[in-house]
Nanobody
Framework: QVQLVESGGGLVQAGGSLRLSCAAS????????MGWFRQAPGKEREFVAG?????YYKDSVKGRFTISRDNAKSTVYLQMNTLKPEDTAVYYC????????????????WGQGTQVTVSS
């Protein structure tokens, strides 16, 4: 089992920045591909970014968001800059024992989510 706990969400004005963190415990963190998904009200959960040996991003966040990981701390981060109102969602940290996937059902472990709200 892998336990994931997100933190760092909040309310920010458009153009601002937030950094999300996800602390993992339970298994060898470095063996897992890590991802961030988000879900806005009334919408499906969507892939935002993932990291294994390389990084992957949703097109609309490229150049604004950066995913990184610290294997020594078993933590993955999502630095979000130039935030837009359309980035408003609950953000979820995920893990899978394979390469990054953009499909939510491919992930075995999920955090509880952290709310990000961007005001215009």
């Amino acid at each position: 089992q892998v336990q994931l706990v997100e933190s760092g969400g909040g309310l920010v004005q458009a153009g601002g920045s937030l950094r999300l963190s996800c602390a993992a415990s339970g298994r060898t963190f470095s063996n897992y591909a890590m991802g961030w998904f988000r879900q806005a009200p009334g919408k499906e959960r969507e892939f935002v970014a993932g990291i294994s040996t390389i990084r992957y991003y949703k097109d609309s966040v490229k150049g604004r968001f950066t995913i990184s990981r610290d294997n020594a701390k078993s933590t993955v981060y999502l630095q979000m800059n130039t935030l837009k109102p359309e980035d408003t969602a609950v953000y979820y940290c995920t893990a899978r024992l394979a390469q990054v996937s953009t499909v939510p059902d491919m992930y075995e472990y999920w955090g509880q989510g952290t709310q990000v709200t961007v005001s215009s």
